[in-house]
Nanobody, 114 residues
Framework: QVHLVESGGGLVQPGGSLRLSCAAS??????LGWYRQAPGGQRELVAS???????NYGDSAKGRFTISRDNAKNTVYLQMNSLKPEDTAVYYC??????????WGQGTQVTVSS
């Protein structure tokens, strides 16, 4: 049974930073990543990283966010800097398994507001 534990969301002022974590267990994971969904919006890719360390960023994350991964812990991190009010969203951990299936985390709220 795949289990994803997300943490690190919260309220931050514009220009601040947050670090999200997602610990995965219960399978062999190939690609780990984060998506986000703002109220009334579609879920969009924030960033992803393969087991080999290849990263992919959505346009909104480039230059401000950094994704990293601890393969020994099956944990993916998203360091978010220079946060803007438009970064406010629910952030979802997303993982691909070795059998080409995928799972979503329950989501963690990130609110950027003064």
């Amino acid at each position: 049974q795949v289990h994803l534990v997300e943490s690190g969301g919260g309220l931050v002022q514009p220009g601040g930073s947050l670090r999200l974590s997602c610990a995965a267990s219960g399978s062999i994971f190939t690609q780990l990543g984060w998506y986000r969904q703002a109220p009334g919006g579609q879920r969009e890719l924030v960033a992803s990283i393969t087991s080999g360390g290849t990263t992919n960023y959505g346009d909104s994350a480039k230059g401000r966010f950094t994704i990293s991964r601890d393969n020994a812990k099956n944990t993916v991190y998203l360091q978010m800097n220079s946060l803007k009010p438009e970064d406010t969203a629910v952030y979802y951990c997303h993982v691909w398994l070795f059998d080409a299936t995928f799972w979503w985390g329950q989501g963690t709220q990130v609110t950027v507001s003064s």
